[in-house]
């Protein structure tokens, strides 16, 4: 078998090595394997396009439009003017870009000024106020673009497990007073902790190492954060308590407050600008670790070692390539303008230049392969318990869990059709899923080369039997179709209106080392504070402008389940196999409508809440907040 991957590589590192074999230098084009490149279809697409136009084009011209890149907004109806009345760019170099962008630039008069307006937002369009709700902030952390990261609270009291040489006192301000107080005393919280009440987001120990060198960088800062919610009996999430944590740096001594929700004008304020701290660091957590990290990244050890390992032949290979396409492309043009240095991510989110180096540690602290899986994941973030009687065998923690409770139908639709494939091939003979070289070889790279460095961390299965296989492609094509479709089709949607999902806090909050002139600021003007906490103009416009076409299936879009690849059409068995998972994607499709519908869903269904959408299966193209596509291709 050839090995195509190792001869490129070899013809490129020729290259490199006869320029300088000291030296490496930054390079315009990153190195795609020509098989694992868009294909001519794809690159004349609107997905190919409407990327490398908005890099190109959009954001250059957003850089010249503005007098300077810090500028905040001056007040609320200017960032509501981004959507009626847009802005002026500078002559964009693509001649038809309306066409091209038509939700991005939706006014372009060529023969004067180039105005670009965004598309209103989903979530804004049903209720304009969504953003400014505890409910909804809470309700998001269930139902929005990052539901990976919110768990149990099974331990009293909360505690960081840093250093206290280093970091500080371990130990959490916040109090048991303060949660019962703030859940009115309907219960202790041991008994909250029992009857599992308490959830956290629990941003303190990743983010706190980072703080002393983020606030070292230009228009930014950063806290260790941990949020606490309360499970109400209507099944919603109440936000009971945010704590902010500064360690001790620059001679001063470790800062940390609590801060609740609030009907005092001052405290209110105060807590409103806790939330933004807490979005920023959710935006760069789902940004570098639930999407860029879980998804995208580390896929593609899995697709090197398929290429590598697995004859074209192989209907292991006939099976994982349709999940594997177009990643590696999509992924080279993210290094080379997104999560590159002084890219995208880099300008615009909390961790400036740490951002990949952040990505790094949660990968060696956070990830392992058998918490890909999605049951796996709700059972180490204590939101379900195996059992047998319930639907998907799990009783989840929090029932009214859209993520969740739609995920699992996905995973189970994913799950049958993988064994019925696997087992039609393999006739459920354990002898011959372990005699199967290139098989073993395949797996084997993946965990001692691909992912080298965990090689022997936990969480790798055998593979030794059909169910071992089974097990390990739902896991693989789960975390390319429906995990990458819930953390990436609805950021448009609910970050287009950036005030939501703010990727960045610019300000120190009022109360650490306070001095009197920015007090008497705060108390005279808070709107004027917060809006300085923003994002800037410019970091703001460009992650909108970003975010709508990361959002966006093109027509060519290839759905799970919608149609079959040649190859699964050959085999009269493998055909019908296809056509029950996707006769089950439709039905799924109908539950999921049925439960938006449902008014006792209330973490899907209320006035003004957009339906949770995310893991429908088909979709048109466009910005729709809906639709799984096979793989990780935008």
């Known amino acids: 078998m050839v090995d195509k991957f190792l ?45 490398y136009s908005v890099l190109h084009a959009v954001v250059p011209s957003l850089e010249t439009a503005l007098i300077s890149s810090d500028l905040p907004f001056p007040h609320f109806a200017s960032i509501n003017e981004l959507y009626n009345v847009g802005v002026t760019l500078k002559k964009l170099p693509s001649k038809g ?103 956290i987001i629990d941003y303190h120990d990743l983010l706190l190492p980072y703080v002393s060198k983020v606030r070292q960088l230009k228009g930014t800062t950063l806290y260790g954060s941990r949020t606490l919610f309360f499970l109400t009996p209507e099944g919603t999430l109440a936000p009971v308590a945010i704590e902010l944590t500064r360690p001790p740096m620059d001679g001063k001594p470790q800062w940390k407050q609590v801060f609740r929700p609030a009907y005092h004008a001052t405290d209110s304020w105060l807590w409103r ?92 602290q956070l990830w392992q392969f058998d918490l890909q899986a999605l049951p796996n994941d709700l059972i180490s973030r204590g939101l379900a318990v195996e059992d047998p009687t319930a639907p998907h065998g799990l009783k989840l923690a929090i029932e009214d869990y859209p993520f969740a409770n739609d995920g699992l139908l996905i995973w189970d639709a994913l799950k049958e059709w993988v064994a019925d494939y696997v087992n039609h091939y393999y006739n459920g003979d354990p002898s011959l899923v372990e ?86 600021k705060f108390l005279d003007k808070p709107e004027a504070s917060l809006l300085k906490c923003f994002p800037s103009q410019l970091q703001a416009m460009k992650v909108m402008a970003i975010l709508d076409v990361l959002s966006s299936h093109s027509p060519d879009e290839e759905y799970m389940g919608k149609y079959a690849e040649p190859a699964w059409k050959e085999d009269p068995n493998v055909k019908a196999a296809f056509e029950r998972f996707n006769g089950r994607l439709k039905e799924i499709e109908g539950i999921i409508d049925a439960r938006n519908a449902d008014p006792s869903f209330k973490n899907r269904n209320g006035a003004g809440i957009l339906p949770y959408q995310l893991l429908k299966p088909f979709s048109e193209p466009g910005v729709t907040g809906k639709g799984v596509p096979y793989s990780i291709s935008i």
């Open 273 to 364: 600008l806790a939330k933004t701290h807490v979005l920023a660091h959710d935006s760069g957590i789902h940004q570098l670790v639930s999407h860029w990290l879980r998804t995208h990244c580390c896929t593609e050890p899995y697709i090197i070692a398929m290429n590598r390992q697995l004859s074209a032949m192989h209907p292991i290979y006939r099976l994982l390539h349709p999940h594997f396409r177009y990643t590696m492309e999509i992924n080279a043009l993210a290094r080379g303008f997104l999560v590159n240095a002084d890219g995208i991510i880099e300008s615009t989110f909390s961790p400036g230049k740490y951002s990949m180096e952040l990505s790094s540690v949660a990968y060696d």
């Open 97 to 199: 870009l309306s066409d091209l962008l038509p939700r991005i630039v939706k006014a372009i008069d060529e023969m004067s000024d180039n105005v670009m307006q965004f598309e209103i937002p989903d979530a804004f369009l049903r209720n304009s106020f969504f953003w400014f709700g505890d409910d909804e902030f809470a309700r998001q952390t269930l139902a929005g673009i990052n539901p990976y990261t919110i768990q149990l609270v099974t331990e009293w009291p909360l505690k960081s497990k840093l250093d206290p040489s280093v970091y500080g006192p371990p130990e959490s301000a916040i109090t048991a007073e303060m949660v019962e107080g703030e859940i009115k005393g309907v219960m202790t919280v041991g008994e909250a902790i029992k009857q599992k009440k308490l959830f």
């Open 7 to 51: 001869i490129e590589g070899i013809y490129l590192s020729y290259h490199i090595i006869i320029a300088d074999p000291q030296s490496e230098c930054k390079s315009s084009a990153i190195y795609v394997p020509r098989d694992e490149a868009f294909s001519a279809i794809k690159n004349l697409s609107f997905s190919a396009k409407t990327v």
């Open 435 to 520: 005699s199967d070289k290139e098989l073993q070889s395949w797996w084997a790279e993946v965990r001692n080369v691909g992912h080298g460095d965990k090689k022997d961390a936990g969480g790798w299965p055998e593979l030794k039997t059909t169910d071992d296989l089974t097990h390990i492609i739902t896991t693989m094509v789960w975390v390319t179709s429906g995990h990458h479709a819930a953390v990436n089709f609805g950021q448009y949607p609910y970050g287009g209106y950036f005030p939501n999902r703010p990727t960045i806090a610019r300000t120190n909050m009022p109360l650490e080392d306070p001095t009197e002139p920015a007090m008497e």
